[in-house]
């Protein structure tokens, strides 16, 4: 049974940071991709970044420097670090592994507003 769980959302304020962390069980973390997703309210769900399994990372043009994709893969987890958030980056953030299959997690709410 593969299990993917996303943690460490919550609300802050415009400016103000948080880190995401994605723990991955039943599947050799070592040889997947994973990436961060997320859908606002009203919003399709759009690409963050990704981390590949050689520890290549990716991001949305939107990202503009201010998040930062990481695997540990001794802890078979995967963090996203946001710093400078904006309400425009509300939305539930999900987390993905993928090789041959995908699998995903539930997600976490992450809010932003004064």
């Known amino acids: 049974q593969v299990y993917v769980v996303e943690s460490g959302g919550g609300s802050v304020q415009p400016g103000g940071s948080l880190t995401l962390s994605c723990a991955v069980s039943?599947?050799?973390?070592?040889?997947?991709?994973a990436r961060w997703w997320r859908q606002g309210p009203g919003k399709n769900r759009e690409l963050v970044a990704r981390?590949?399994?050689?520890?290549?990372?990716n991001y949305a043009d939107f990202v503009a420097g201010r998040f930062t994709i990481s695997r540990d893969n001794a802890k078979n987890t995967v963090y996203l670090q946001m710093n400078n958030l904006q309400p425009e980056d509300t939305a539930v953030y999900l987390c993905?592994?993928?090789?041959?299959?995908?699998?995903w997690g539930q997600g976490t709410q992450v809010t932003v507003s004064s």
């Open positions: 981390v590949t399994a050689t520890d290549n990372t």
């Open positions: 993905n592994v993928y090789l041959t299959y995908n699998y």
């Open positions: 039943g599947l050799d973390f070592t040889i997947h991709d």
